[in-house]
């Protein structure tokens, strides 16, 4: 997506780098190279599968066409909407583009053939609408099954009777494909991925086409569940699915550096307080540096002091409360930095892992998260 291309939400596109000088200091770098490495650890993990790069949410807040671009070597793309499909094939990507959620509305069915996409189908729903298609175009299909996460998908129960439809269907193309998704499988000792996958299997059984079962989780931890397609999400990003652990002790490379520019020094007094609600206190003459980031720009508020920042690649801590535009941190450490210097909040060199966790949330949200006046540049 180039700086002037329209959002496919209709939305202000996100901003990529340019040589105008612009007064955005936070910037996140994508690096092509690192998606295209962790693709592979994809591969290698699951050699006897194909591979859904799931590229949903703007690819996890990346940029869903550079992203796509980058995981060319990838078998099939999916996507949770159709203006994230629009997109795609609008950038000249002609591979297959899976529609998770399958679509709502006849119209939407319109699109989706028009887009030539593979429809998930997780309702009776869905299927009446295939039957009612009044045009000769064709879909491939993937049957979705719930195996116990409970949000979309037929009952274990109905699959035969939702297959028997599909395949006497004239909209659907080709043998019918089945899906599940798991809701547990970062927790690798939780006995609920042991028991969808049995259901999965069991209510599959005798039907021919193709499964699909694994997140990245499934793919990383759970063998059984890579079936012909697996559909890596988070671990294409760099990040671990699994609470507790880093991407990079997976060999993953982080996709995404967030990073900003130190706009202002200056010491603080003994006893002297930073920030709005005056939360954090000197306890000594400290060196403080004011940091051109904030939730403005996706970086959370909740996160408290002593959370984690590199400057000029040294380590320091954040100071005080996150503010809309800008956060302080103790340059203690980095007594040497500079106006204009670096600072990394998370990425090379700084695991999102340990930036989520002194969030209290997971890197997913974190990356989603970014806003779009934040510039993107593409490496």
Known sequence: MSETEAHPSGAPARPFESTATLNRAARATIDSAALAANLAVARSAAPDSRIMAVIKADAYGHGIVPVARALDAADAFAVARLDEAVALRKAGLTGPIVLLEGVFHPEQLALAGQLGLDLVVHCFEQIEMLEAASDSRQFPVWLKIDTGMHRLGFPVGDATQAAARLKTCKAVAGELRFMTHLACADEQDNAMTRRQIEAFEGAVAGLPGERSIANSAGLLAWARSRADWVRPGIMLYGA????????????????????????????????????????????????????????????????????????????????????????????????????????????????????????????????????????????
């Open 240 to 379: 671990s699915p699994f609470e507790g652990s880093t991407g990079e002790a997976m060999s993953l490379r982080p996709a995404m550096t967030l990073s900003s520019e130190l706009i202002a020094i200056k010491t603080v007094a003994a006893g002297g307080r930073v920030g709005y609600g005056s939360t954090w206190e000197a306890v000594e003459d400290t060196l403080i540096g004011v940091v051109a980031i904030g939730y403005g720009d996706g970086y959370p508020r909740r996160l408290a002091s002593g959370t984690p920042v590199l400057i000029g690649g040294q380590p320091a801590k954040l100071v005080g409360r996150v503010s809309m535009d800008m956060i302080t941190i103790d340059l203690g450490r980095a007594p040497e930095a500079r106006l204009g210097d670096e600072v990394v909040l998370w990425g090379e060199g700084l695991p999102i892992e340990r930036i989520a966790q002194a969030a209290g949330t997971i890197p997913y949200e974190l990356l989603c998260g970014v806003t779009r006046r934040v510039t993107m540049r593409l490496v």
